[in-house]
């Protein structure tokens, strides 16, 4: 009997496995973490996890599996993301409601979250500016608004983002609610917090706000005088009867001191909020004083909590943080 001599050739069942290890490691190599592989009998599936990706950084994730794995089935899957809406309002405007937003923001992004900024402050949005993004305009994937970019890494939508400069808003209030929805339901991706800058007052935006959206909690920000506190006290109003949380009260413009002689002043007064926060039983969250430093850089786009000595917002973020955490 002739015995049978095995061909030269690889083995076909080791020269499969061999594929397979080749392919596996291409699939990591442009997926990481977010891809699992699995075997179907001959044929591999992924799995993509998406969870927190952009629409556009899914579909290059995606497309990079594909190539890597032309004849793997591709799913992609994704887990909601919880984001906490954080409501930077006031009772009435001149207080420095935005001006606080924009660098809490940047202070909560520095501390560690993944943070957006929604100006949500329809007839007077100011953070384009605030956040060095002025001239920008989101664009929209399948009827969702992806926010833009900004220097500081707080991805933003702001109705000054979609109006012509210097354009008077006009706008009764459905047209509002229905711009308001369109922004915070915005292409987010992975942030986990968005700070609200609310417009000033309790009006129908504050009221689709926390109807619709329900903010994890509200900032109030005041200056010491009376006549500021007590608006800030009809906005705390507004929100504790719609059932938000106060995660507290920031005293804005607290305190001035000359840049030529070092006297203080305060032109203000002082410590109006935090005795108005005492008696509201509410926390006090901190003092921002009135420096011309604060003004300047923040009307120049470059907000002060962006720098690297920066203690004021910080620290106010460092409570905002432990609020979200404990809550």
């Known amino acids: 009997m002739r015995k049978t001599v095995p061909s030269a050739g690889r083995d076909p069942i080791c020269a499969d496995m061999a594929d397979k290890d080749r392919m596996t490691a291409a699939i990591a190599a442009v997926a990481g973490g977010r891809a699992t592989v699995r075997m179907d009998g001959e044929r ?6 998406a969870t927190g990706l952009s629409a556009p950084a899914r579909d290059a994730l995606e497309a990079a599996v594909r190539a890597a794995a032309p004849d793997a089935r591709v799913i992609v899957t994704a887990e909601r993301t919880t984001r906490a809406l954080i409501a930077v309002a006031s009772g009435k405007g001149g207080v420095g409601k935005s001006t606080i937003a924009a660098n809490l923001a940047i202070a909560l992004a520095r501390g560690g979250r993944r943070v957006g900024m929604v100006d949500a402050d329809i007839y007077g949005p100011s953070q384009p500016r605030l956040l060095g993004a ?8 399948d009827q969702q608004l992806i926010p833009v970019a900004t220097p500081y890494g707080i991805p933003l939508l702001s109705m000054g983002q979609l109006v012509e400069p210097g354009r008077a808003i006009a706008w009764r209030g459905p ?3 229905g711009a308001l929805g369109q922004l915070v339901d915005g292409a987010w991706g992975a942030a986990d917090t968005l700070v609200v800058d609310m417009p000033p007052g309790t009006g129908d935006v504050q009221l689709t706000m926390v109807q619709k959206h329900r903010p994890a909690g509200a900032v109030i920000v005041s200056t010491p005088q009376d006549l500021a506190l007590i608006d800030a006290t009809r906005a705390i109003d507004l929100f504790v009867k719609a059932n ?5 009260l920031i005293e804005n413009m607290a305190g001035y001191r000359c840049p030529h002689c070092g006297e203080s002043s305060d032109p203000f007064g002082r410590g109006g909020a935090e005795a108005a926060a005492a008696e509201l039983g509410i926390p006090f969250l901190g003092r921002v004083p009135l420096e011309m430093a604060i003004r300047a850089a923040s009307d120049a786009g470059r907000p002060p909590a962006a720098e690297a000595g920066d203690t004021i917002f910080a620290g106010l973020a460092a409570r905002v943080a432990d609020w979200l955490t404990n809550r």
């Open 134 to 141: 002025e001239g920008t305009r989101p664009e929209a994937l």
């Open 244 to 248: 938000v949380p106060i995660i507290g």
């Open 175 to 177: 047209m509002t609610a």
């Open 44 to 49: 591999m599936g992924v799995v993509l996890d």
